[in-house]
């Protein structure tokens, strides 16, 4: 009797147990990570459009894409959410919400990708972003750390660099001895400024008595501004150089980000009229705040260079590179040469939201930033001073933008 009085005591301990369990998952289940449960239909619709939202409240290119691509993003919501509905699985779910928000044609602006997100969260998980960083904030939200399948500790077992690359990003060559020296920066590694910086140094010292050095920057899509800050202007201007841009946002979502970076928004309203008249009439329709960047570079142990600075553009310079060519057009530290850039390299970084039930991270740009003549950056680009083919080849015979720079008087 004692025995089978224990095995119903510990059945009923087990079914209440169960019950307790049952009832506390589903009290908490919107708010456990759980990556592995498929999302139901009504879950992937209520995560499209809480994206719609941020992106109708804050995006600042829509107008930018109507013009460019003819595409009205907003107006396209009903086949936007037919499409969500005929997802079957997870990964047709996030395979065609890329696609949604691939269709803003903006490329810092898309939903985060499985093979990225280790890159991002090592950035903004270092000691100095660490206090109350809204990009780290978003990463490491626990629902998105299921999706992402990460784990905490991976950031301090690996060196990622720039998207895995560990490698030297630059490469240095003569062109013509004494006359034309030749400096190709593959990407703006933030890892890798100090290092890079060092080797970039003694060739700018060898070279310091030509004529002319190219600065190669064509097929760089980006990476950190202060590679170039570092590596390239301040160790080659022999004064302070400033370039100012106005930037232009919308929406509320983005306010803890600037304030991160103390950044003091103002409202359109306070802009001069003369200046408001300058640019793009959406502005003042569509636009609630705005930025007043002045970048100033200072001279930091200057080499003593004479000669002319060039710099080879084409339409793959992005981002941080854009930032880059943007900047020496407009403070005149080099002449452009080849064709176009590809604009959206002036502000801050992009920003991250996160999908309240698939942990889904979208990264957004969220400034409007301005050219010198009040042009839209992300629209007009950076156009080059001389227009040349820009295709890049190993002969420099060949290269029509290093031969217009070898027989530039």
Sequence with gaps: MKYKKSIKGLLLLILTAILM???ACKQTEKSIPVSNSPLTTEEKLEDFEHAYNIIKENYPFLEVN??????DWLAKKDEYVERIKNTDTDKEFIEELSNIIRELNNGHTHVVEMNHF???YKVYSQHKFLFNNPWFKVLNDKRVLARYNYSKQEEDNEELGYFGNTSPAFETDIILPNEVAYLKIHSMDGDRVEEDGKEIRKFYEKIKDYKKLIIDIRGNTGGSDYYWQANVISPLTK???SVTNYLLIRGDYGNPFYRFRGIKLKP????????LKKMPEEIERDFHKYWISKRTIKPKDPIDFKGKIYLLVDYRVYSASESFAAFCKDS???????ETTGGDGIGIDPLFFSLPNSGIVIRFSSMMALNGDFT?????????????NAAPIKDYRYDKA???????N
């Design 118 to 120: 280790k890159w991002y």
């Design 66 to 71: 109507k013009r460019l691509h003819g595409i």
């Design 402 to 408: 290093i031969q217009y720079v070898i027989n530039e």
């Design 376 to 388: 839209i950056n992300e629209e007009v680009k950076t156009t080059p001073h001389i227009e040349v």
């Design 332 to 338: 005149g530290f080099a002449t452009l040469v080849g």
């Design 239 to 241: 004064e302070p150089i």
């Design 21 to 23: 369990s049952s009832a």
């Design 268 to 275: 359109i309203s306070d802009l001069d009229e003369d200046i």
